[in-house]
């Protein structure tokens, strides 16, 4: 029985590697998440042949239980609100782990070995901080607690202090595994951990911060396999926490940011404070929808920049709607993709999927920003610090080096905004004050709305 | 060391470059399913749930289990529903 499982549990990994093989392409991305779904029927069926499962009664209730909640979650949440969903699903992930290891660890014939109790440890360190620290990037998301950097006081030696309680006691728990106070201290300094590791960053980080508990849930889930030598369970686990890290590379990769100062909510210091009136003073030039819509209606190459605000406002089907009325008059749309745009990786793009743009019309920084001198128009939407142009020209700011989405080479921008108020970054943008800028002040959404009209009308 | 450990331990490290290469050919338009597929992945701990829940070692692993079985499953149907979801916005051209 025990090979049948085994055998099984490799069924299972392959159907997981080739469902990720078939997130490559959109064409086949369908069909992968079908044979990964099948692959954890495979894995969970055959588990419940266990012989050491006892009754049923538990795994029944709370099979009911997760299934009603997944399925209502999955159904009701909003795509603007899917950052958020990401989020509790980390943390349930390593939830899920860290409730697993205690058992394991007050179950006498579960926690027998060195390794097993190593492992328990280390489950319990990362599931508790997973946990933990993805319910407060929940919050933040949510704007249920300030979305803002929130300063705590000796981050760092905190930090340092609550990591090495938790590695030695995890040390303890090893050397000593009939003491539960233990495994509960360590369950205590591990969430608190969590807390403090996200609390300090802010609202735009949270693409990395997703994505590296995404990887830790997997880390997770590979480090409970270890615990009673669960080969599908390392696998997977793998699998998600390389996915993670991957993720986490290119985010940051994007922001110009090391890890660590994402971690430690440091923004890079120096350069002389840049006076925002000094920059804006008597060159900002405002605009209304009439006049836009006359500009477009002679553009030949119009670019969309869509940012956070952009889901901020729910405007992704009023801007397809624009998009619709100039594809209509012959005008080439296309969509400009920064990176790290919105609250996690590929947040735009879902954002637009649905409002049903195709996704070979979302284009990625690298490939857009040379079309950017060929196009008539670039509407920036909801987005600041990834076109502020200081950070290609100005050594000394701040956020110099950040790829950035070179819109200010187009022929005209129009930059729709509510006020002149500075991005996450604090740092007035040049963009707003140059020639070939206008802005268009008020909500993404009406703004947009107003700008079709106007458009329409025009015909 | 015995030999399962290490078998273990190989069987960690070439998943981890398998996920690494499988992974940066996902492009960027999917970064999101990615992330809630991976999520629906890393449900596998329901496998380990399963077992705590079911076992006959007292009523606290049982009740610790019930967690995890709750939690994974979570993760396991609202994963795979939401990145399906999620999927079939892309596919309609």
Known sequence: MTTFIFLAYLVAAVLFILGIKGLTKPRTAVRGNQLSAMGMFIAVVVTLFDQSILSYEWIIAGVLVGGTIGALMATKIKVTDMPQMVALLNGFGGGASLAIAAASFLDPAAATNTVALISIGATIIIGSVTL???????????????????????????????????????????????????????????????????????????????????????????????????????????????????????????????????????????????????????????????????????????????????????????????????????????????????????????????????????????????????????????????????????????????????????????????????????????????????????????????????????? | MDMTLLLLLTLFVVAVFLGVELITKVPPTLHTPLMSGSNAISGISLVGALLSAGSGAGIMVNVLGFIAVVLATINVVGGYMVTNRMLAMFKRK
């Not at chain 1, 009136?277 to 006049?291: L, N």
């Open chain 1, 132 to 459: 933990s620290g993805s319910f407060v990037a929940f919050a933040k998301l949510q704007e249920l607690i300030s979305g803002n950097p929130i300063k705590v006081p000796g981050n760092k030696p905190l930090n340092a202090i609550l990591l090495l309680s938790a590695i030695g006691l995890a040390i303890a728990i090893v050397m000593d595994p009939t003491n539960t106070n233990l495994m509960y201290a360590l369950v205590a300094v591990a969430v608190v951990l969590g807390v403090l590791l996200v609390v300090p960053i802010g609202g735009a980080d949270m693409p990395v911060v997703i994505a590296l508990l995404n990887s830790y849930s997997g880390i997770a889930a590979a480090t409970t396999g270890f615990i009673t030598g669960n080969t599908v369970l390392i696998v997977s686990g793998s699998l998600v926490g390389a996915s993670g890290i991957i993720l986490t590379q290119i985010m940051c990769k994007a922001m110009n940011r090391s890890l660590f100062n994402v971690l430690f909510g440091v923004m890079a210091e120096g350069g002389e404070k840049v006076d925002a009136d000094e920059i804006y003073a008597g060159k900002v030039k405002s605009t209304s929808p009439d006049e836009i819509a006359m500009m477009l209606e002679t553009a030949e190459r119009v670019v969309i920049v869509p940012g956070y605000g952009l889901a901020m406002a729910q405007a992704q089907h009023a801007v397809r709607e624009l998009a619709n009325v100039l594809q209509s008059r012959g005008t080439d749309v296309k969509y400009a993709i920064h990176p790290v745009a919105g609250r996690m990786p590929g947040h735009m793009n879902v954002l637009l999927a649905e409002a049903e743009v195709p996704y070979d019309q979302l284009i990625e920084m690298d490939e857009i920003n040379p079309q950017f001198e060929q196009t008539d128009v670039a509407i920036v939407i909801g987005a600041n610090d990834v076109t502020n142009p200081m950070a290609r020209e100005d050594k000394g700011s701040p956020i110099y080096g950040m790829p950035i989405l070179n819109v200010d080479k187009a022929r005209t921008v129009v930059v729709i905004k509510r006020s002149l108020s500075p991005g996450f970054a604090g740092l007035p943008n040049p963009l707003f004050a140059m020639d070939n800028a206008l802005m268009l002040f008020g909500d993404g959404k009406k703004g947009i709305v107003e700008l079709t009209q106007s458009l329409k009308e025009a015909e």
